[in-house]
């Protein structure tokens, strides 16, 4: 007997589109059955119409706890990444403090695991450039490590301590102690000295606005990291994974790289995919992201990236704040703080733009689902549907058509939202079910906290 039937959806996979109803045992998929053709179940979904789909991976996302519950908490943004369809999220190394140490991560893994609605693995941060300590972090089960590759935020520097290494000889050191670890690094690439001349000529000329900002980050500072990072991963070997490519300049680096044979792969984001420098006229602090929003020429180029294969995966960047932290921003731009929320819109814009025929939908699921879970070796344990692989799936009902009302999102800095508040969307996430256990439905969580897991790579 079953424990839950899915039935009368059609499967959607990087493979295609199918009918299909699915049989879930205990946390895992039991069955893919012809329509009708399932054994008796003790629970059923009857989801005619809807797509079945793998739940989401998001290999890139901020809670930040332990640290600063105003901004949100293992509960509240993993509620979010449920509600958004996304059963695995892999949280970057910002908390208090930085997650440096294996000691941090262990703290980090055990609060997600008794806090956590979805799924959860945990990047480490190798900037102490501490072998001992690098090492640990993969044996206690880091997904990957991060670096940025400029200098500490200001204000920010508990939680950015080991992270941010500006550098050549500690980007080197870092890429090579995170290479005896067989993983991968995940770098946030803006080049340091390019942003201060930038930034001090922006400054010096007094202006606080928010094209400002976008100006004193141009493409050519982005740009010139992944460069930089290239020549490191042609020496080293090191897995070069370029968080966040926002712009055409910096994705012909990364090109170059994967055309030169190297281990480099590259994510990008839906802001970057859906929005513009010119909604950073528009909203302000409320749309100041690290990179910034771009041109129209930056976006089609990183649409193109997305057919062509070789930016491998979409991810949201989730970065809770409040709103006072946002409003310092108004008029000084420079008082804002960077990053914006938006795991609830990114299965949904995806889906919208596949369904209104920009990319094919199974293209879609392939950098939603398996080919982040392929990267961080998770596959096929998750990221795909196929009986034996981990029962985490998302019902999708692409009927509905509307726009999203992001003050009904259940991220805690849902009131920092105002990019995607009122775009047009079609369909939406109805159930979000996490090893086997629903967790989302209908608009409400209906499981407890501690339904996610700590996710560790299969190998190396
Ligand atoms: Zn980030």
């Known amino acids: 007997m079953l424990d839950l039937a899915i039935r009368g959806g059609t499967l959607l996979t990087e493979q295609g589109e199918f009918l299909a109803d699915v049989g879930v045992e205990h946390d895992r998929i039991a069955a893919i059955a012809q329509p009708g053709a399932l054994p008796a179940a003790r629970k059923t979904l009857e989801v005619e119409g809807c797509f079945v789909l793998p739940g989401i991976i998001d290999i890139h996302f901020h809670v930040r706890a332990p640290g600063h519950p105003a901004r949100g908490t293992f509960p509240t943004e993993t509620r979010a990444a449920a509600a958004g369809g996304v059963t695995t999220v892999l949280e970057m190394p910002i908390s208090v403090p930085c997650c440096a140490t294996a000691e941090v991560l262990e703290n980090r893994k ?30 206690a089960g880091a997904c990957g490590f991060k670096i940025f590759t400029h200098a500490l935020p200001k204000g920010r520097e508990e939680e950015f301590l080991g992270l941010c290494i500006d550098r050549a000889d500690e980007i080197y050191r870092a890429l090579e102690l995170v290479g005896e670890t067989g993983r991968l690094v995940s770098c946030h690439a803006e080049n340091e000295q390019l942003i201060q001349l930038f930034e001090g000529r922006i400054k010096s000329a007094g202006r606080i606005d ?46 170059q790289g994967q055309a030169a044979g190297l281990p480099m792969t590259g994510e990008t984001c839906p802001h970057y995919l859906f929005f513009t420098a010119a909604d950073m006229d528009r909203h302000g602090p409320f749309a100041m992201i690290k990179p910034p929003l771009r041109s129209r020429e930056d976006q089609d180029a990183l649409w193109a990236g997305l057919l062509d294969g070789s930016l491998a995966a979409i991810t949201t960047d989730h970065s809770p704040f409040t709103l006072a932290e946002k409003e310092r921003g108004l008029p000084n731009i420079w008082q804002g703080a960077i990053g914006s929320p938006g795991v609830e819109a990114l299965l949904p814009g995806v889906l919208t733009e596949a369904l209104d025929g920009r990319l094919p939908l199974k293209s879609a699921l392939r950098l939603l689902t398996s080919q982040p879970a392929r990267l961080f070796h998770l596959y096929p344990e998750r990221g795909t549907v196929q009986p034996g692989s981990i029962a985490d799936l998302v019902v999708y009902d692409p009927r509905p058509t509307g726009s999203v009302d992001s003050s009904r999102w259940l991220t805690q800095a849902r009131a920092i939202d105002r990019l995607y508040h009122g775009r047009r969307q079609r369909g939406a996430v109805r159930t979000t079910i996490v090893n086997g256990v629903i967790v989302y439905q209908e608009g409400q969580i209906v499981a407890e906290p501690g339904t996610g897991r700590f996710v560790r790579p299969a190998r190396p």
């Open 210 to 255: 928010p094209a400002g900002f976008v100006a004193s980050r141009p493409p050519v500072v982005e740009a010139l990291s992944v460069a930089e990072l290239a020549a490191m991963c042609a020496d080293l070997g090191t897995h070069v994974h370029i968080a966040h490519v926002s712009c055409a300049a910096a994705l012909r680096q990364l090109q």
């Open 110 to 139: 055990a609060l997600g695991e008794q806090q956590s609605y979805v799924n959860f693995g945990l990047y480490g941060a190798p900037g102490r450039l501490d072998r001992d300590q690098v090492l640990a972090m993969a044996d």
